[in-house]
């Protein structure tokens, strides 16, 4: 009898089943009330008793198989019914559809890096309106009247008044906001300043009538020169590398004296000579200069007993170097296959 539990084991195994029929078959043949496991149950009784405790395992062992196998085909043979139902109609040789997420715009990355560094330095993060007065945009910053200065940064006008200080435009540069935060508090005042700024140019590859600034100011009593340069420097090598230099080229802008070029050692060819720096191993990055005596006072604020300093940097530019972007334009035409290229970025 051991034999025959044994073989009928294998053959348990060794059984396979495709459709309902074959299940049917499987069951009456092994578990119905006249299946042989019932037989052998029969039989068992037989068993001389010296014998009873292995046939016994053997048998049992049997049992649990087949009613395994049957548990098993019978979910299997539900399921495929199930999703063979939910597939009518449905073409599983298409591919699948991408699901693209959104991508975070190169100048925002930029933008939110600068933040962040100037933020560990302590400088707070201000904002200023772009639809400006003629008196925040260039007459408090010491710009004289018809000074040749206002027509370098050609400006976009919304309406001109009687007085030249009234007229309304499009701001030129974020040194507005500026005079706006040093007529509204006191020093210390140490604030980065970002956002748009408007300028009447032909559209190129170089250059835009729209364009992101951002301003820095710091002032209060003994800020000097080196402090600007010392700022500046850490800026550099935080968001061009540790081994970035810096260089300074004196420079003119009404509103700071002395005034500077903040160039800095070009980061693609160590200096040896490339496109991006025109072989001169530098490249501009930035306006800057000790805030000028009238611009303090024109603000409420006592140039005796204040200095400052403050520079200005366009987001565009950083963000060409950083990401090797050759033409400007690119970060205004939204079109997705240029963008999608900062994922993760
Ligand atoms: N506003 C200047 C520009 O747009 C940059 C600048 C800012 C220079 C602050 C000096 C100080 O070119």
Redo the contacts with the bound molecule.
């Keep these: 009898m051991l034999d025959k539990i044994q073989d009928l084991l294998r053959e348990v195994d060794a059984v396979v089943v495709n459709s309902k029929e074959d299940l049917e078959k499987f069951r009456l043949k092994f578990i119905s009330r006249k299946g042989l496991l019932n037989e052998l149950f029969d039989e068992f009784k037989t068993v001389p008793n010296e014998q009873k405790k292995a046939v016994g395992q053997e048998l049992n062992k049997l049992k649990n198989l087949a009613e395994q196998k049957l548990r098993d085909f019978t979910e299997a043979l539900e399921q495929s019914a199930g999703s063979a139902d939910a597939n009518k109609g449905l073409d599983l040789t298409l591919p699948v559809a991408p699901n693209f997420a959104g991508t975070v715009h190169p100048l925002t990355l930029t933008r939110q890096r600068i933040l962040e560094i100037f933020a560990r330095m302590g400088f707070n993060h201000e904002d200023g309106p772009e639809v400006e007065t003629d008196w925040y945009n260039f007459t408090a910053?010491n710009f004289a009247e018809n000074h040749p200065a206002r027509e370098m940064?050609d400006t976009f006008f919304v309406e001109k008044k009687d007085v030249q200080k009234d007229d309304v435009l499009l701001r030129?540069?974020?040194?507005n906001v500026?005079v706006r935060l040093m007529e509204h508090k006191k020093p210390p005042i140490r604030s980065v300043m970002l956002g748009r700024?408007y300028r009447n140019e032909a559209i190129s590859a170089r250059a835009h009538c729209q364009f992101h600034?951002i301003?820095?100011?710091y002032v209060d009593k003994n800020v000097s020169f080196k402090d600007l340069k010392d700022t500046l420097y850490h800026f550099a090598k935080e968001m061009f590398g540790q081994d970035t230099k810096i260089r300074l080229r004196p420079?003119y802008?009404p509103?700071?004296e002395p005034?500077?070029e903040i160039d800095i050692s070009c980061f693609i060819c160590k200096g040896s000579g490339c496109n991006i720096c025109k072989h001169t191993g530098w490249v501009e990055i930035?306006?800057?200069?000790m805030?000028d005596p009238n611009v303090l006072e024109n603000s409420g604020i006592d140039s005796e007993e204040y200095t400052g300093?403050?520079?200005?940097?366009?987001i565009e530019r950083i963000t060409m170097l950083r990401y090797g972007v050759r033409d400007l334009r690119l970060f205004f035409e939204n079109d997705v296959r240029f963008l999608r290229q900062f994922e993760g970025a």
């Design positions: 910053l940064q030129t540069h974020t040194s500026q700024v600034q301003e820095g100011l420079s802008f509103f700071t005034s500077a930035a306006g800057s200069g805030v300093f403050a520079f200005g940097m366009g």
